[in-house]
T-cell receptor, first 115, second 112 residues
Framework: EAGVTQFPSHSVIEKGQTVTLRCDPI?????LYWYRRVMGKEIKFLLHFVKESKQDESGMPNNRFLAERTGGTYSTLKVQPAELEDSGVYFC?????????????FGPGTRLTVT | QKEVEQDPGPLSVPEGAIVSLNCTYS??????FMWYRQYSRKGPELLMY????GNKEDGRFTAQVDKSSKYISLFIRDSQPSDSATYLCAMILYSSASKIIFGSGTRLSIRP
């Protein structure tokens, strides 16, 4: 069974540009989560999809971040325009059922560098 | 104050030693407690989860939760060089809650 995959693995962009990160969850997992780790800090929650609906987006830092999950399969996270403080590693995770949020499986992450 | 406190290490022990990794937390409402292992440039890998207080064993790994002290531990027996990684404690309020709260991670090195 394939795990959570993320693309790209690494992205370097200039301040003010746009970047789109993609996450493919484990097949059959209705729940998809985005997290971020900035330098020297803990991994922090961004948002949670149940199928195509946003269940919780309380961790999204501001309106420069837009997450979508059309059709309830893969998800994209767009940052527009990117700022220096957006640099970090963005992780995607998935879990099978709403009642198994303690069993989230993580992807390898996308390392975003904003210069 | 952080919700979850974890000593960042680094922690270096000889091969075969018993390793003890710990976290404390402030919110007594947490119900599920997890340990993740993260190798360099990889995503966190779920090792174990426990519900409420008590012990749970899986091979060389034992997770322990003491809710009265708000203290969780992960013990690794017969440690191997392949156990060298960053270990993250994590917790969640209830089974359908959205977000995992992570500790900062402890970097562990097992010397051959």
């Amino acid at each position: 069974e394939a795990g959570v995959t993320q693309f790209p693995s690494h992205s370097v962009i200039e301040k003010g540009q746009t970047v789109t990160l993609r996450c493919d969850p484990i097949s059959g997992h209705d729940n998809l989560y985005w997290y971020r780790r900035v330098m020297g800090k803990e991994i922090k929650f961004l948002l949670h999809f149940v199928k195509e609906s946003k269940q919780d987006e309380s961790g999204m830092p501001n309106n420069r971040f837009l997450a979508e999950r059309t059709g309830g399969t893969y998800s994209t996270l767009k940052v527009q325009p990117a700022e220096l403080e957006d640099s970090g590693v963005y992780f995607c995770a998935s879990s099978q059922d709403l009642g198994s949020s303690y069993e989230q499986y993580f992807g390898p992450g996308t390392r975003l560098t904003v210069t | 104050q952080k919700e979850v406190e974890q000593d960042p290490g680094p922690l270096s022990v000889p091969e075969g030693a018993i390793v003890s990794l710990n976290c404390t937390y402030s919110n007594s409402a947490f119900q599920y407690f997890m340990w993740y292992r993260q190798y360099s440039r990889k995503g966190p890998e779920l090792l174990m989860y426990t519900y409420s207080s008590g012990n749970k064993e899986d091979g060389r790994f034992t997770a322990q939760v003491d809710k009265s002290s708000k203290y969780i531990s992960l013990f690794i027996r017969d440690s191997q060089p392949s156990d060298s990684a960053t270990y993250l404690c994590a917790m969640i309020l209830y089974s359908s809650a959205s977000k995992i709260i992570f500790g900062s991670g402890t970097r562990l090195s097992i010397r051959p």
